[in-house]
Each structure stands twice: as C-alpha cells, then as structure tokens.
C-alpha cells in the first residue's frame, strides 16, 4: 500500500492563527481524503481532495474554515483557519485507489490550540 | 441517517482470552473494514470485506460480512499484549463514496 507522509507530526497553535498541513503519497493515487478525530471519538470525514477542482466538504465543514488544496495526484494539503481551542483533535490524511476501495491513512497530526 | 453502531466500547480481558465486537447499521453496505489505532499513530486496516456473508481470516483475526449486509464482526482469538488498542470498523454505504467509521472499541489486556 502507499506510503503516506504528513507534516507537521504535531504542533501546538495559538487561537486565531492558522496552520497548514501537507500530505504527501509515494505514489499517484485516485482519491484523497481529509479526517478529523477529535480526542477520544471515533474518525469524521471534512471532505474528499480533489485534484485540480475544488474539495467537496461534508455537512458540518465549510471551505473558509478548512481550505484544502490538492494540485496533483500526490499532495494535498489541510489548513484550520482561524483555529479555536475546539479545533484541538488530530487531522490525518487517507488515500484510496478507487471509488469503494480500503483507505490507507498517515499517522496524523496532532494539533492543540491554546 | 448513516450511522455505525459498534460495541462494546471498551473490553478488559485476560491475555490469552478470545475477544469478538461487532458492527451494525440500519443502512446496506457494499464493503466493512476493520481497522486498529495504536496511540500516536492513524488507522491500519486489518480485513477488507467486500460480499455479503464474506468469511476472511487474517492470523488470529477473524472478521465477516453478514448475510443482510448491514452488519459485521471482527474476533480475535488467544489474544496478546500487542493486540491492546482501538479497534474500528468502517464502511461503504451503497450508492456512497465515503467510508464512515464506528465509534471504536478500546481493547485491554491484563497479563
């Protein structure tokens, strides 16, 4: 399966200021996604990165809040604008290789703010 | 709406003792996966599941497809120390691109 990169690993953020994480795949992949696990719950899905057009976001999720870029079929990035201490959870990043495929995921990003 | 239902929430077991926890949804499905989260680390898939009654077995883990394809279990048998972690299982709804989650199943080990 496709080796999944994220960065940073961890930061701790001040409320008010934004932080953008990247997401990068040792190979082309056909669908990307954004998740948020909020400490202690279960995965939610922000939205699916779409290459070359806009990402199409979850009930719950707006584009201002969470910009996502995804320029070609190996990077994509994640950013939390405007970042409140409710936004405190780990974001991580999954790959699939088709529609109703497994998805493999980075190991996250742990973000506080305080 | 669609929702995973997953239990138990949290198991306390005994090194050595079968383990099981289950997955259901009012909902179809077209495939269950079960997933392990260790701490610091995203998600690592166990079992793919991808026909309705699907039997599949990976070492001491043992997961299905069930037959209305709106339920799923994953048991682990003899259970050791590295087995300790959060167990989650995870789907396609028909007509659906996106994997939603359950809400995981917290598994310790006493030795």
């Known amino acids: 399966s496709a080796v999944i990169s994220q960065k940073p690993s961890r930061d701790i953020c001040q409320r008010g200021t934004s932080l953008t994480i990247q997401c990068q795949v040792d190979?082309?992949?056909?669908?990307m996604f954004w998740y948020r696990q909020q400490p202690g719950q279960s995965l939610t899905l922000i939205a699916t990165?779409?290459?070359?057009?806009?990402?199409?976001?979850e009930s719950g999720f707006v584009i201002d809040k969470f910009p996502i870029s995804r320029p070609n079929l190996t990077f994509s990035t994640l950013t939390v604008s405007n970042m409140s201490p409710e936004d405190s959870s780990i974001y991580l990043c999954?790959?699939?290789?088709?529609?109703?495929?497994?998805?493999?995921f980075g190991n996250g990003t742990r973000l506080t703010v305080t | 709406g669609q929702q995973l239902n997953q239990s138990p929430q949290s198991m306390f077991i005994q090194e050595g003792e079968d383990v099981s926890m289950n997955c259901t949804s009012s909902?179809?499905?077209?495939?269950w996966l079960w997933y392990k989260q260790d701490p610091g680390e995203g998600p690592v898939l166990l079992i793919a599941?991808?026909?309705?009654?699907e039997l599949t077995s990976n070492g001491r883990l043992t997961a299905q497809f069930g037959i209305t394809r709106k339920d799923s279990f994953l048991n682990i048998s003899a259970s050791i120390p590295s087995d300790v972690g959060i167990y989650f299982c995870?789907?396609?709804?028909?007509?659906?691109?996106?994997?939603?989650f359950g809400q995981g199943t917290r598994l310790t080990i006493n030795p």
């Open positions: 599941l991808y026909k309705a009654g």
């Open positions: 995870a789907g396609h709804f028909q007509g659906a691109q996106k994997l939603v």
């Open positions: 999954s790959v699939g290789d088709r529609e109703g495929s497994p998805l493999h």
């Open positions: 909902s179809i499905f077209n495939t």
């Open positions: 990165a779409n290459q070359g057009s806009e990402a199409t976001y």
């Open positions: 190979s082309q992949v056909t669908m």
